[in-house]
Structure formats: C-alpha cells, structure tokens
C-alpha cells in the first residue's frame, strides 16, 4: 500500500489517529482514543475519583498510565486543605500507584521534568492547563474529574478531530522579550475562545529558536486560547532536551514523524517576532493585552513570579538577568514560588535564587500558590503584576485586587522601577 | 427516548464570558457543592446565589465557562436546580464537563435576543432543540449528539456508568 493514497495530515490528525489505531482521521469526525498518560493532581484527582470509582466498584484501567502529582493545596493552609492532602496521600497508598510526586512542584512542570512525556503520546490531565504537553509534541488536554473517571475505567476517551489553527512565528524575539509575549499577543488577538477549542498549532523560525520551556509557555497559554490542544513539532531540540532528561535515544528514534505536513490543511496566521514588544494583560482578562509601554503609569504593590506559566528555570533566569545587584523599589513585594524543587535547586546552584533574594523577594513553596487562588491570595485592593496565567475578577484575591499579567522579565522590571516597564530598556 | 426539557423556566441573563472562577470560586473549592453554591457568581450577580429557583435557566453571552478545568463550575448549576444554559458559545472544557455531569446547555446563535426575566421553554426536533420564547418566537441551537444527550438524561456520566454496569 502506497503511503501517497492518504490524505496530507496536521500534526493534531497524526496524534489523534495513532491514538485511535486508524491510519488517518478526518476534520470532524468524533472518534475514541487509547490515552497513553492521565495525569490528575490533589484537587481533581483521589478526592474526586475515588468515591466515584468506590461507587462504581471498578478500578484504574492501568496504574502504570497514570501520574498523580500534589500541587493545589501543598502547603495545606488550614484544616480542609490538610484533609484533601491527607486522602490524596491515603488513596495514592491505597491504589499502589507507582507514579506520585508530592509537593515537589507543579504538575505541567514535573510531569515532563520525569520524562513522562515523549512524542507521539495522546495523554489527558485533570487540569486546565494540560495542553503544556503539546510542547512535546503530544496530544494534551485538560477535562474535569467526571471525564477523569470515565479514563480510569476504560482507559479511552473520544475527541472531535479538530481543525488546526497554525501561528507562524517568523523572525526572533529580541531580548527582553518572551514566549509569554508572543501568547498574551495571540490572546489579545483572537480572544479567550479564540482557538474555538480546536488544535493551535506554533510554527515557524521564532518558535524553532525557543527552548522547551519557552515551548511549554506557548503551550500552557493555548488554554487562554480556547484551544483543546497546542502544539509543537519535535524536532531536533525536543529530542536533545529529552536525551539530557534520560530518555533513551531508542524512545526517540520516531519522534520527529510528528509535524504537520506541509500540504495538510490549516488555517494559518502570521506573525513577525522581531518587532513584538513586551506585552501585559490588564485586568481582568488575558485578552486584554496591550504593548507594555501603555501601562508605564500604574504602580504594582505586588510582582508574583509564579506558577506552571511563568516560574520555571528559564522564568526565574530571566528575572535575575533584570535584578542582577539591584533591589525592587520601595512599596513593591516581589514574591518568587519557582515551579518546582528540580529547578529551584538548579536555580540555585547557578546563584540565580540568590540574585532574587538580595533584590528582595520572598521565596515560596513550589506549588501552584495564589495563581490557582486555592490557598494563600492577595489581599484587598493589591495590584499585582503577575508572571501567571489568568487574571480573572477574584481568582487571585477579593474582586478588588487588579492583576496585570506580563512576562518574568516585565514583572522583574517593574519591580525594580515601581512602574509597570519594559525589561529592554533595564536589561540595555 | 426520553429527551431532558423545561417549561415556562425563568432566565438569568449574564454577560459575555462568564469564567469558571465567577461560577466556582477557588477559594470555597476545598468544600463541596453546598457551600461553593451559596458563593456562585458572587463576583459577576450578587443577588444569584440567593435568588435562583429550581428549573431557572442562565441565558449568557459568548464564551461561557472560560478558564479551569474544574467540573464544580458546571456542577454547582446543577445543584443549585438550573435546568440549561443558553449561551452563543462555551469554552469546550467546560462543555465537556457540563454534558459529564448532565447540565444541559444549549448552543444558541440568537441568545443575546433574551432578556433578564423572560419566560422559556424547550422545543426539540429530532437532534435540534429549539428554545421558545413567550412570544412564541422559536430560537433554533445547534444539534446535541445522542451520546452526549443520553449523558443528560441519566444525569450524568457516573449514573450511565452504572446504568450500563447494570443493564
């Protein structure tokens, strides 16, 4: 059989198909697929789950599949988030499962930091900002516990097969300026439901330039997008960084058959990297993006470094390259949760926690913090600006508190001149 | 086959994206659905919580259940009684939890033609439901498949799981 008789397949068809056991799928078409990962945390996973499976009398269609990570309510900040931690621990025991990572950061950043994630794989997690994984070219997306149970007990799920949405990137960022920008761009582009929940797919010269964690900030954000999943072709950069993480070469040796073939159809939009700006999304939403220089007049009490978007090695060496020797301004409170234990060790072991702590910061737990605003908030009428995801009315705090999102290097700006500024000029 | 409708239901109308944290907010999320209803949409309708009947349908603008993946945002409608959601569009994760925890929402192009207070009820045609107005309007939404409408039915993805186990 001739490989030419197929129809040309995007990247989201490749996925979607092998994880259906068909040779090619069509736009539209709803199908069910085999998941390879779930990956469900303290919030979404045992307290949820288990009565449901209890009720049910049925049991995890395989354990070795599943990832269970505690990140929402470490470290438990009263009584209940105690009692949610502690049957989360319970259960974990309880179910024997053999993958579990307690309190040692965020789950969209350990989950590949363990080499969970290869390419190819089609993996669901019980957390929004699952489609992070389409960075590593696999097909991931975020569903609720309900779903999560209808994965334990049958190991399948169905999706549409989406349309993709391809955003070429031509160009290079130039510094100062992140993968951050470019998304709150495309937010504030196509709007909070912009992807229409179909596949958003990052191409072109300026994403091939980024590092895997600048990917997975493309990724993570395709969920303020709208989109199902985001992804990104491996290439020669996701095999290296997964060889240097220890997954065996043998394990890659088909991963770059996952792109789009050039012919396959797409809808795509072009963007110039090279003259992107540092962007920030004014209260209170992502989508309300606008170049940094016009918000030079509002002046933050709080800069959050934090979360699964905006705290990982990368984000907090960006941070310091701005802050190297210097101290924030008097009235702001920079706070740093780095994303996880693994990178904060590595952060300070190349002395860039400790650049952050002589700015001033106050260095918190790795977990997801007042990003998810489960535990610890910002008080009244704070105005924060915030290296995260949302900054939705009352997420992050009381509905008085302004959140202003930006990336690392404009949160590490501001910090250091008391107004909402742009790193370039700092880091000139 | 029975199909999952109202009559005569009194509509709350929203704006355009209402988000996840507006319906479930984070910081009631450790307790259940109880508690977390006596706070739902406080930051967007004050006077929500408290006044919501049983078989009420929230009629909103586009881009419904924005945000988080957690289900209480669909699942504390239910409990609180609505008996849909009438918007243009949703989010799809939220979409996808609501039909798993058997909300019915209904995709309608002409929602915003609604207004706060109105009286409505549900018409369906085959796979279409058709949203009909006091004044005998009828608002045509977008066809449900029957798998996600048997979800309705049941009242979730958890009774038809053990519906199925069962039968």
């Known amino acids: 059989m001739s490989a030419n008789i197929f129809p040309p397949q995007t990247l989201a068809q490749k996925l979607i198909a092998r994880a259906a056991g068909r040779s090619h799928v069509a736009v539209g078409e709803v199908v069910t697929c085999q998941v390879d990962l779930a990956m469900f945390h303290d919030s979404s996973g045992p307290r949820r789950l288990k009565?449901?499976?209890?009720?049910?009398?049925?049991?995890?269609?395989?354990?070795?599949?599943?990832?269970?990570?505690l990140d929402h309510y470490v470290p438990a900040q009263d009584t209940d988030a105690q009692k949610i931690i502690q049957i989360t621990r319970d259960t974990a025991k309880q179910w024997q499962l053999p993958h579990v990572i307690d309190s040692e950061g965020i789950c969209h950043v350990v989950l590949p930091e363990r080499g969970h994630l290869k390419p190819g794989m089609f993996c669901v997690g019980g957390d929004s900002h699952s489609p992070t994984g389409g960075a590593f070219a696999c097909y991931m997306f975020g569903i609720g516990a309900t779903e999560m149970l209808g994965v334990c007990v049958t190991g399948q799920i169905w999706v549409q097969v989406p349309r993709t949405l391809r955003m070429h990137w031509s160009g290079r960022l130039q510094a100062g300026v992140s993968a951050k920008d470019m998304m709150l761009h495309m937010i504030g582009r196509f709007g909070m439901n912009g992807g229409q929940y179909q596949a958003v797919e990052f191409a072109g010269s300026a994403v091939q330039a980024l590092s895997m964690a600048e990917r997975m900030t493309l990724s993570n954000m395709s969920a303020e997008m709208g989109a199902q999943a985001g992804l990104i072709a491996a290439d020669a950069t996701t095999t290296a960084h997964l060889q240097s993480i220890g997954v065996s070469p043998e394990r890659l040796a088909e991963a770059k058959q996952w792109f789009t073939d050039e012919d396959a159809e797409f809808e795509q939009h072009r963007f110039d990297a090279s003259s992107l700006s540092p962007q920030v999304a004014a209260p209170h939403s992502p989508a309300n993006t606008r170049d940094v220089a016009?918000?030079?007049?509002?002046?933050?009490?709080?800069?959050?470094?934090?979360?699964?978007?905006?705290?990982?090695?990368?984000?907090?060496?960006?941070?310091?390259?701005?802050?190297?020797?210097?101290?924030?301004?008097?009235?702001?409170?920079?706070m740093v949760a780095p994303a996880s234990a693994r990178e904060q060790a590595q952060a300070t072991q190349e002395g860039v926690m400790q650049i952050l702590q002589d700015a001033g910061a106050t260095v918190l737990p790795n977990s997801c913090g007042a990003c998810a605003g489960y535990g610890a908030t910002f008080q009244d009428g704070a105005t924060v600006i915030s290296s995260t995801a949302r900054n939705f009315k009352g997420r992050m705090g009381p509905a008085s508190v302004n959140v202003y999102l930006a990336s690392p290097y404009t949160v590490a700006a501001s910090a250091l001149r008391g107004r909402i500024s742009d790193a370039r000029e700092v880091l000139a | 086959m029975k199909k999952s409708t109202f009559q005569n239901a009194r509509v709350w109308r929203l704006g355009a994206d209402v988000d996840t944290d507006a319906l479930a907010p984070g910081a009631y999320m450790k307790h259940g659905l109880e508690v977390i209803g006596w706070h739902c949409l406080e930051a967007v309708r004050a006077d929500f919580a408290s006044g919501v009947r049983e078989g009420d349908v929230i009629v909103a603008g586009a881009n419904f259940g924005i945000g988080s993946s957690r289900e209480q945002a669909a699942g504390v409608l239910r409990h609180l009684g609505l008996a849909a959601v009438i918007?243009?569009?949703?989010?799809?994760l939220y979409f996808r939890n609501a039909f798993n925890l058997g909300l019915l929402l209904l995709t309608c192009a002409e929602a915003e033609k609604i207004e706060e207070g109105e009286r409505l009820s549900l018409h369906w045609d085959g796979e279409t439901p058709q949203v009909v107005r006091a004044n005998g309007q009828h608002l045509v939404c977008a066809p449900i498949p029957g798998f996600l409408m048997d979800m309705v039915d049941a009242g979730g993805l958890l009774p038809l799981l053990k519906q199925r186990k069962q039968g």
Do not use: H
């Open chain 2, 87 to 92: 918007a243009p569009s949703y989010s799809g």
């Open chain 1, 51 to 69: 009565p449901m499976l209890d009720e049910l009398g049925a049991e995890i269609w395989d354990k070795n599949k599943v990832v269970l990570v």
């Open chain 1, 294 to 334: 016009e918000f030079a007049d509002v002046a933050p009490s709080i800069a959050y470094i934090g979360a699964c978007t905006g705290a990982k090695l990368e984000d907090l060496r960006a941070a310091a390259s701005v802050l190297k020797g210097q101290r924030v301004a008097s009235g702001v409170q920079l």
